[in-house]
């Protein structure tokens, strides 16, 4: 079987796993969060960001030895987080800030959440916003950038298979 038919299946069948882990994660804890935006915005972001770290995943596990991969997934999205919420005071941690999906995620979030504030509240939106440095209209870029790091980690991790020799 050639590396790509069995790479593809495994991606395949981990797309179940990708539909369904934020559907029983929303359906446990949406209703305790109280949120402004709709369980199908959640849903949206939530698996978007499951084929992201799941493509991250994928390279860590063909490019590390199994417990390093294990500690580098537990590690990377605390770091990542770290480092996408600091103040973006120099151009180039604004630029590391771009590169972490922890960033877009959030991002996504308080923007769903935002556009539902009207009347009274927009003051607070306007706020939630300038806070985060976000815009309101950049919804869909945060979504296409959380697929664009999950395909882009599937390629390098494919990539990583074929060179190294891994099934």
Not at 37 to 43: K, V
Not at 55 to 81: E, N, W
Not at 98 to 112: G, H, M, S
Request: proline content about 3%.
């Amino acid at each position: 079987m050639s590396s790509l038919a069995s790479f593809l299946a495994k991606d395949t069948i981990d797309c179940f796993n990708t539909l369904v882990k934020p559907l029983v994660y929303l359906s446990m804890f949406y209703f305790f969060t109280n949120p402004r935006s709709t369980f199908l915005d959640h849903y949206i972001v939530l698996v978007c960001l499951v084929y992201c770290v799941t493509g991250i995943a994928y390279a860590l596990a063909i490019f590390l030895q199994p417990g390093s991969a294990q500690l580098f997934s537990v590690l990377l999205p605390v770091v990542l987080t770290l480092v996408a919420t600091q103040s973006n005071d120099s151009k180039a941690m604004k630029t590391i800030a771009d590169l972490c999906y922890p960033k877009w995620a959030l991002q996504a979030f308080v923007i769903r959440n935002a556009e539902k504030y009207s009347g009274v509240w927009m003051i607070t939106r306007c706020g939630a916003l300038m806070k985060g440095g976000y815009d309101i209209n950049e919804w869909n870029l945060c979504i296409m950038i959380l697929l664009l790091i999950g395909v882009a980690t599937r390629m390098i991790a494919f990539v990583g298979m074929v060179i190294l020799q891994k099934r």
